[in-house]
């Protein structure tokens, strides 16, 4: 009789959970897409040569809905450190790798890093990022300026 009065409550709970996890996966697929619409848009400004005015704006506004919806998705600062780097602000683009690099630690962040690092001038910064971009995954080293390469004997 017992087992049979714990069922309404433990099916309550499952309902609970089932109802959160559907909400969640309803925010992720929002960012998700929010996150498509960003890469569409700059990938067609950079193909016409041309950025409308507002666009870095309107990205970065869409990237912080994204990032509300879905703060642990790392392609949100991902996206957000290529946009200020195409637009030209490298320094922002480093902030917004590093925060990628707290999300997950990945080689192409460390590349990415290392290229607005770059254009922030900062050689040592960047060569240290590339280098570890190509520690993690040597199949980079055509991506990394040669003047940026590790050398064979700061390998050891």
Do not use: C
Request: glycine share 8%; net charge positive; no cysteine.
């Amino acid at each position: 009789m017992k087992g049979r009065l714990l069922v309404w409550p433990l099916m309550a709970v499952l309902l609970l959970a089932l109802a959160g996890q559907w909400l969640r996966g309803s925010a992720r697929l929002r960012a998700g897409r929010l996150l498509a619409q960003v890469e569409e848009l700059t990938t067609a400004a950079l193909a016409q040569g041309s950025t409308p005015r507002g666009l870095l704006r309107a990205n970065l506004d869409a990237l912080r809905q994204a990032a509300a919806l879905d703060p642990v998705e790392v392609g949100v600062p991902i996206a957000r450190g290529t946009q200020y780097l195409l637009f030209g602000d490298p320094e922002m683009a480093v902030e917004a790798y590093r925060a990628a690099l707290a999300l997950e630690p990945r080689p192409e962040i460390y590349l990415n890093l290392g290229r607005a690092e770059s254009a922030a001038r900062r050689p040592e910064d960047a060569r240290r990022d590339y280098g570890l971009a190509l520690r993690l995954d040597p199949r980079f080293l055509l991506t990394v300026p040669p003047d940026m390469r590790p050398s064979p004997a700061s390998d050891r």
